[in-house]
Nanobody
């Protein structure tokens, strides 16, 4: 199975940037669709961004389009989430997730593997 470890979270001022990383444990990483989700305290986990393994197409939640970019480095078994123009409402625990098919990549319950999460806090 796939193990995922997120890193790169922290405290940042509004308008700033962070890059989250998610390191996967398998050399077959390139055959997994990867997603980023986030969960604020007291709220449900929500979709942020994803990349489909079959064609590397990317998908974003409307709330982050134009600000966040998902990418991957298959040689390093790592997926990234570049977050620019951060807003206080982006504050959440961010999770990376993996699934072994190219379908339903924006659906949280469709993912098979999850990291432990990394905290992102954006101050006003």
């Amino acid at each position: 199975q796939v193990q995922l470890v997120e890193s790169g979270g922290g405290l940042v001022q509004a308008g700033g940037s962070l890059r989250l990383s998610c390191a996967a444990s398998r050399r077959t990483f390139s055959r997994y669709s990867m997603g980023w989700f986030r969960q604020a305290p007291g709220k449900e986990r929500e979709f942020v961004a994803a990349m489909r393994w079959s064609d590397s197409n990317t998908y974003y939640a409307d709330s982050v389009k134009g600000r966040f970019t998902i990418s991957r480095d298959n040689a390093k078994n790592t997926v990234y989430l570049q977050m620019n123009s951060l807003k206080p409402e982006d504050t959440a625990v961010y999770y990376c997730a993996a699934k072994s098919d190219p379908w339903r990549i924006a659906t949280m319950t469709a993912y098979d593997y999850w990291g432990q999460g990394t905290q992102v806090t954006v101050s006003s």
